[in-house]
């Protein structure tokens, strides 16, 4: 089987690890690439040191090959030229097979924004790109594709443990992770999955 390159692009640090960690890290068990892309430090959340400390401790243990920081301002992140051209360049260097990013349907400006961006950036590429689930998502949120993360969601956890200085913050309270995956899982009939929705769908 051919090594894919995957892309998973998240607005803040942590949102990746929350969206599709049990993803990514099926993906790296299956000898694929990894790398992410984080559009901002996350710095309306804790000290901007702390945070990338965090991000690159967790994605080292996932396995990911490599983080690309936008370096954006937090809560300032927009879909225009020079968002889109920061994600085109990435895309570029990584020539991803399968990109995983945020959805439009989501409360928070910058996840719905780099969605946008993402979109604009991949126009011309060939490949897969789905939109992952965050506790921002709106109940608009309709997946049509389901990862079985049963053998991965304790990796996914461990790595969502890593962002020690988002403890107290309610959106990554670990039993509402651990209530969606389940939620998601008796979908397909398996005890935990995560949810995408399709933009489009070339290989998966």
Not at 70 to 99: A, C, W, Y
Not at 126 to 144: D, M, R, W
Not at 170 to 186: H, M, P, V, W
Request: glycine fraction near 6%; proline fraction near 2%.
């Amino acid at each position: 089987m051919k090594k894919k390159v995957i892309l998973a692009i998240g607005a803040h640090p942590d949102d990746i690890e929350i969206g599709c960690g049990g993803t990514i890290k099926k993906h790296i068990l299956m000898g694929n690439d990894v790398y992410y892309v984080i559009a901002t430090n996350g710095e309306k959340g804790g000290k901007k040191e702390e945070r990338i400390a965090e991000a690159k401790k967790a994605a080292e243990l996932m396995g990911v090959k490599k983080i690309d920081f936008l370096n954006l301002q937090d809560s300032f992140v927009f879909h225009n030229g020079e968002t889109v051209q920061l994600l085109d360049e990435v895309m570029k260097k990584r020539t991803p097979s399968i990109v995983y990013v945020h959805s439009l349907r989501d409360y928070h400006q910058d996840h719905s924004n780099i969605a946008k961006a993402t979109l604009s950036a991949s126009r011309n590429m060939k490949n897969s790109i789905l939109y992952y689930e965050a506790p921002s998502t709106t109940l608009e949120f309709t997946p049509i594709a389901f990862r079985n993360i049963s053998d991965t969601f304790e990796s996914k956890i461990e790595c969502i443990n890593q962002f020690i200085s988002q403890e107290k913050r309610e959106y990554i309270e670990r039993q509402a992770i651990i209530d969606l995956s389940k939620f998601r899982g008796k979908t397909i009939k398996v005890e935990y999955a995560e949810a995408f929705e399709v933009v489009r769908l070339i290989e998966w």
